[in-house]
């Protein structure tokens, strides 16, 4: 499995295998659809090729504390480029770039490896024994001829929260040194730390990838932008991208996001304790039948087990994500998202323990 959510020629009846919102899409976001002549607006028109009118949304969406970690963010709309999701994104990036060496901390999102292939790549690996964080040495292991080194912050498949202060000092060192740092945040609204992307006029060699595919359960609509303030590289972005690479339907769902700031402010909120909950009574329930559970900071739980769990719980339609094709890992290790109750309890109750005991 190269990535989750490969429901496909299954019989699946609950997918833990991709990390999305618990929740589920917001109501204002369900209701986008409801005008048949709206809907018939946007669709029977290509959309604006800048987008100029959704980098504004996604500005204004960044003017909240709660998306962009400052209340002094001033992220403007030629900062941002949108895309056909992250993954778009990351690939259009490298292309832009075209580094010599990639740097990447391992275990860490498959896509990063995908979209570098062919390119040197250079893994710092972290280990169990380190609680998958960086040591002391990660800034000493940056080779000198790297020129982009991609980071997501919490990190993907393990859940962790980077420090801020080995961040910041990644940020410093790539000033320095001019090498290109591409953040990957796609996941922080859906943890109790705020973002760095108020840094981007700061820092301008660093690059913040975000999405709306993690944090309002709507991965189908492929959502993704990025901000930086290197005038340059978003024109390089932009020459690598194809022409309306973002749809008339996701163009709809920026702007709406944008008109609605403070419901998904609220959202985000009401999300946010339901992952705390879920992700305790996962954590709690699988260490109980033996499994070795690691600290997470969001939405979803990288565990280890000696079973294949995997094969169990798809006997059960359960799905979950194998990650032994993650650099790093390897076999007998696993991840699955926190989600609703009644689903946390059934992926619980199918590995024999029973959920009413927690």
């Known amino acids: 499995m190269i990535h989750g959510g490969d429901i496909y020629g299954r019989n699946i009846k609950y997918d833990f295998s991709v990390n999305v919102n618990p ?3 917001p109501d204002f976001l369900g209701n986008v659809f409801l005008d048949k002549g709206e809907f018939r607006g946007f669709m029977e028109s290509y959309p604006d090729y800048q987008y100029r009118a959704e980098r504004e949304a996604l500005a204004a969406y960044l003017e909240s504390s709660a998306a962009s970690g400052s209340e002094e963010c001033s ?58 964080l960086p040591g002391e040495d ?18 993907n498949p393990t859940g962790r929260l980077y420090r801020g202060s080995t961040l910041l000092k990644l940020f410093e060192y790539g000033r320095k040194k001019g090498i290109r740092i591409l953040l990957d945040e796609c996941f922080i609204e859906l943890t ?12 301008p060699n660093v ?27 978003r024109d390089r972005i932009r020459t690598v991208l194809p022409e309306w690479n973002v749809s008339g339907t996701a163009s709809h769902i920026i702007r709406t996001v944008a008109e609605h700031r403070d419901e998904a402010e609220a959202y985000i909120g009401e999300t946010l304790k339901k992952i705390k909950e879920g992700r305790e009574f996962l954590s709690h329930s699988l260490t ?7 600290p997470s900071d969001t939405n979803f739980i990288l ?7 995997y094969e169990r719980l798809l006997e059960k339609e359960i799905l979950i994500r194998d990650c032994s094709n993650f650099v790093g890992l390897g076999t007998g290790f696993y991840r699955i998202s926190v ?13 024999g323990y029973t959920s009413d005991k927690v």
């Open 303 to 309: 565990f280890k087990s000696s079973d294949n769990v």
């Open 23 to 25: 929740l589920g899409m």
């Open 138 to 155: 990660f800034i000493g292991s940056i080779p000198s001829e790297a020129e982009l080194i991609i980071i997501s912050n919490p990190n």
């Open 75 to 132: 992220i403007t709309p030629d900062m941002i480029v949108p895309g056909n999701g992250a993954s778009e994104l990351i690939t259009a990036v490298i292309n832009a770039l075209n580094p010599k060496k990639v740097f990447i901390p391992a275990p860490s999102f498959y896509g990063y490896e995908r979209a570098a292939a062919g390119r040197n790549i250079c893994f710092y690996v972290m280990n169990e024994e380190r609680g998958f």
């Open 192 to 203: 109790d730390r705020k973002s760095m992307v108020y840094l981007a006029e700061k820092y």
């Open 339 to 351: 989600r609703n109750m009644k689903e946390n309890r059934a992926l619980v109750d199918s590995l």
């Open 207 to 233: 690059i913040f990838l975000r999405a709306f595919t993690k944090c309002f359960a709507i991965p189908g609509a492929r959502i993704g932008y990025l901000v930086t303030k290197d005038d340059e590289l």
């Open 288 to 294: 109980e039948t033996g499994i070795k559970v690691y």
